[in-house]
């Protein structure tokens, strides 16, 4: 129950911040065809915006693979992507757009966390094991 009050006031103040900050806007693509995308007015509308991309996915988050150990929380990518086009321009200018994307296949969200893990998981307990014989 509480995680769920908590989720609304989340959504509440994201829904809030979206309508002040940035608008939907197409985009031209080849063709006479268009994409949607969001523009904003402010880096504070491009923040606001990172919020709200994950909390309308329906697809399950990849998380660092350090996230198993309880050490990262990070989300590297989601099992579907979606094609969310963000104009970094204000001006709607097409040149400054980005897509998001990973790596397929990514595991760590970082190399020193990769190299985290690897200790964690292989050298620690080789270390240990030797330390008890």
């Not at 309508?19 to 939907?24: H, Q, V």
């Not at 080789?126 to 008890?132: G, I, K, S, T, V």
């Amino acid at each position: 129950m509480a995680r769920r009050w908590a989720l609304r006031q989340v959504q509440a103040e994201v829904q809030y911040k979206i309508a002040l900050y940035c608008y939907p806007t197409l985009y031209p693509q080849k063709g006479d065809n268009f994409s949607q995308g969001w523009g904003f007015f402010c880096l504070l509308g491009a923040i606001w915006l990172q919020m709200y991309v994950p909390l309308t996915l329906q697809d399950v988050p990849v998380r660092c693979k350090l996230w198993e150990l309880g050490e990262c929380e990070n989300i590297i990518g989601f099992v579907q992507r979606p094609r969310q086009i963000v104009d970094v321009k204000s001006q709607g200018n097409h040149q400054g757009m980005r897509k998001y994307s990973a790596r397929e296949g990514r595991e760590f969200c970082s190399k020193s966390h990769r190299y985290r893990y690897h200790y964690l998981t292989v050298r620690k307990p080789q270390r240990q094991a030797e330390r008890d014989r």
